[in-house]
């Protein structure tokens, strides 16, 4: 089940539970899969950026992943594999793909500033791991603080055949979706699949820009489904109808430091996790966010039943 530019849907991002005590709690884990399982995800990621992926072993990375892979049989599972230097990527690469993985993301480093550096690190990255492994691209400018143009991404995917997937949470970042788009229909870029991040937070428009569905966490991943089946059902109003009911709970988890914190609680709140921790360092929610996350809540609670939690 290799990944491929026919990708659509949405691709969870799982967070990593921890107990209360920073040890991996593999039974939400499992509650997790199931649950993206059952709401129609169609593919899930692990390892990324707010799975805290830094703070895990290599050892406890192979076995989230394999656990993953082996209860989301049906469904492709991506999994992040950034990291410093190209022998740890190849070796987290290449034991999670012989386990089953449909493809690997990879984000650049923060040192990459030309065109160039940033066009050669991806063709090292796919010569390191083996030119097989299918990639998604994470243009993300504002976590890691490299700027892909259209033009540059347009390099990649013309020169790396590996790239079949853009992780696309650049902001703002609609016209980069339709200019890649204009490039394929013009026949000067092949096609890949674009599924996009920030929380979801401006995946109305996405859509509508050519985008094909969401990769990106939110504690309410089955709206997220449920704002791209409306949207591929030609049902705009109901979608965006949906989308506002969400967006201030969105907009509130999309706080930089405690973002993962508000989800991980929700989250809890909803039975999927048993704790809310995350593992040191981590931030934790005041008793002020709480009561302010639990205002917002029953407020969506009027038109989302799913936030009576």
């Given at each position: 089940m290799?990944?491929?530019d026919?990708?659509?849907?949405v691709?969870?991002?799982?967070?990593t539970a921890?107990?209360?005590?920073?040890?991996?709690?593999?039974?939400?884990?499992?509650r997790l899969t199931?649950?993206?399982?059952?709401i129609?995800?169609?593919?899930?990621?692990?390892?990324?950026?707010?799975?805290?992926?830094p703070?895990?072993?290599?050892?406890?990375?192979?076995?989230i992943?394999?656990?993953?892979?082996?209860?989301?049989a049906k469904l492709p599972?991506?999994?992040?594999?950034?990291?410093?230097g190209?022998?740890?990527?190849?070796a987290?690469?290449?034991?999670?793909?012989?386990?089953g993985?449909?493809?690997v993301?990879?984000?650049p480093?923060?040192?990459?500033?030309t065109?160039?550096?940033?066009?050669?690190?991806?063709?090292?990255a796919s010569?390191?791991?083996?030119?097989d492994?299918?990639?998604v691209?994470?243009?993300?400018?504002l976590?890691?603080s490299v700027q892909?143009?259209?033009g540059v991404?347009?390099?990649?995917?013309?020169d790396?055949?590996?790239i079949?997937?853009l992780?696309?949470?650049d902001?703002?970042?609609?016209?980069?979706?339709s200019a890649l788009?204009?490039?394929?229909?013009?026949?000067?870029?092949r096609?890949?699949a674009?599924?996009?991040?920030n929380?979801?937070?401006?995946?109305?428009f996405e859509l509508?820009?050519?985008a094909?569905g969401?990769?990106t966490?939110?504690?309410?991943?089955?709206m997220?489904c449920?704002?791209?089946?409306?949207?591929?059902?030609?049902?705009?109003?109901?979608?965006h109808?949906?989308?506002?009911?969400?967006l201030?709970?969105l907009?509130?988890?999309?706080?930089a430091?405690?973002?993962?914190?508000?989800r991980?609680?929700?989250?809890?709140?909803?039975g999927?996790l048993?704790c809310?921790?995350?593992?040191?360092?981590?931030?934790s929610?005041s008793?002020q966010?709480?009561?302010?996350?639990?205002f917002l809540?029953?407020r969506l609670?009027?038109?989302d039943?799913?936030?009576?939690?």
């Open positions: 290799l990944l491929n026919q990708a659509k849907g691709y969870p991002i799982a967070p921890f107990d209360a005590q920073g040890a991996i709690d593999t039974a939400s884990m499992d199931d649950f993206y399982v059952d129609g995800a169609t593919g899930i990621t692990v390892l990324g950026q707010l799975g805290e992926a703070k895990l072993s290599h050892a406890e990375s192979i076995s992943t394999r656990a993953m892979i082996q209860r989301a599972v991506v999994v992040g594999v950034s990291a410093p190209f022998a740890s990527m190849r987290l690469a290449q034991e999670v793909m012989a386990a993985a449909a493809g993301m990879i984000a480093p923060n040192t990459l500033r065109d160039d550096q940033i066009v050669s690190y991806y063709h090292q010569e390191a791991i083996g030119t492994i299918p990639i691209l994470q243009d993300y400018p976590t890691f892909m143009s259209v991404i347009r390099r990649m995917v013309e790396i055949p590996a079949v997937m992780k696309h949470e902001w703002p970042g609609l016209e980069k979706i788009r204009r490039f394929e229909a013009e026949g000067s870029m096609h890949i674009i599924l996009c991040g929380g979801g937070l401006f995946l109305d509508s820009r050519g094909d969401a990769n966490g939110y504690a309410f991943p089955d997220l449920d704002l791209v089946r409306l949207n591929k059902a030609g049902d705009l109003q109901a979608a109808d949906l989308f506002d009911a969400h201030p709970l907009r509130y988890e999309q706080q430091g405690i973002g993962l914190a508000v991980k609680h929700i989250l809890m709140r909803r999927l048993s809310d921790a995350q593992r040191k360092p981590g931030s929610l008793a966010a709480q009561a302010e996350v639990n809540l029953d609670a009027r038109f039943p799913r936030a009576r939690i």
